[in-house]
């Protein structure tokens, strides 16, 4: 029997642990705006893929993300990899408290609690896109579930340097910037093939790709400013071989929209995105670094239900 109750997976890490010493008053938000939940907290990593497969099988459909972009990632990969609840059947809120909450910029889900709990109470909900992509990982072939965006290269190296910062303590929109500089002293552009949809869109010595169902990346980074998470394709970015001075003359750029404008950046959209390195390349997916190339990103259409202002 399907229960009529919110799930919440909480992260009492997200906000540099300050989700823990906030839950009373968040639970106190939750109850006031008439959100009957359970709840549940992580304890490590993965964990929240653990709680989500044994919440769907106690029969919850619905789930709120008490974190950031990993959090809904995990949640997102939980439902995905189980085979007795059809996604569609499930629906997903954010209560947005991480470090970049890209997925939620991505949906205009607002970053004060009050308003966020708001938009859960209301109830408004598409039907979004999930991608499957497949990769390697330690030589072996793996498979993750992708809500917001992917990425390879500069943008996988930023993504790791990032995650070691907040596993240090030094979270923060800031420490995208910070990894940014630091990740592009040590880039190196390799030579890289791209197909879309099963036809060479890009053949070349690669700097950084992006892949995106929401535009917004990196703690708020807008590398693919055209895509639409609903719409059945992924928006696809890949920066050429670029000098590191140019980079750093136009990285504004990668926050204002307007990297589409920059000669070395290709862009287009498909449903099926393939990735091939000459060497090893790392890849990140919502935020998350998980191997390396190859890569094969395959768009699953109106996957889940998620509640949007």
Request: hydrophobic fraction near 40%; aromatic fraction near 8%.
């Amino acid at each position: 029997m399907n229960k009529s109750e919110w799930m919440v997976i909480v992260n009492p890490n997200a906000c540099g642990g300050k989700v823990l010493t906030r839950w009373d008053e968040i639970s106190r938000l939750l109850k006031a705006g008439g959100i009957d939940f359970k709840s549940e907290f992580t304890t490590h990593r993965y964990h929240a893929v653990e709680l989500t497969i044994r919440a769907l099988r106690l029969g919850y459909r619905k789930f709120v993300a008490l974190g950031g972009d990993g959090t809904i990632h995990e949640i997102i990969n939980g439902v995905f990899h189980q085979q007795s609840v059809s996604p569609a059947d499930v629906t997903m809120a954010v209560i947005p408290v991480g470090s970049g909450n890209d997925w939620s910029r991505s949906n205009s889900i607002p970053f004060d609690l009050s308003q966020a709990i708001n938009v859960i109470s209301k109830g408004k909900t598409i039907l979004q896109d999930v991608a499957k992509v497949s990769y390697v990982e330690s030589g072996v072939p793996n498979v993750r579930y992708m809500i917001n965006g992917a990425g390879v290269g500069l943008d996988a190296n930023i993504c790791r340097r990032c995650n070691i910062a907040k596993n240090n303590g030094n979270g923060g929109a800031g420490s995208y910037v910070k990894a940014a500089f630091s990740s592009l002293m040590f880039r190196r552009s390799v030579l890289t093939e791209v197909l879309v949809d099963g036809k060479r869109f890009f053949f070349g010595k690669m700097f950084s790709i992006a892949i995106g169902n929401g535009k917004y990346s990196g703690g708020g980074m807008i590398q693919v400013p055209d895509a639409v998470s609903y719409d059945g394709k992924l928006s696809v970015m890949v920066a050429r071989r670029i000098s590191k001075l140019k980079f750093l003359l136009l990285f504004r750029y990668l926050f204002n929209g307007k990297v589409y404008s920059i000669k070395e950046v290709s862009h287009t959209e498909g449903s099926v995105i393939e990735i091939n390195s000459k060497y090893e390349n790392r890849l990140e997916v919502d935020g998350e670094v998980v191997g390396t190339t190859p890569v094969k990103i395959e768009v699953i259409p109106q996957a889940i239900n998620v509640v949007v202002r």
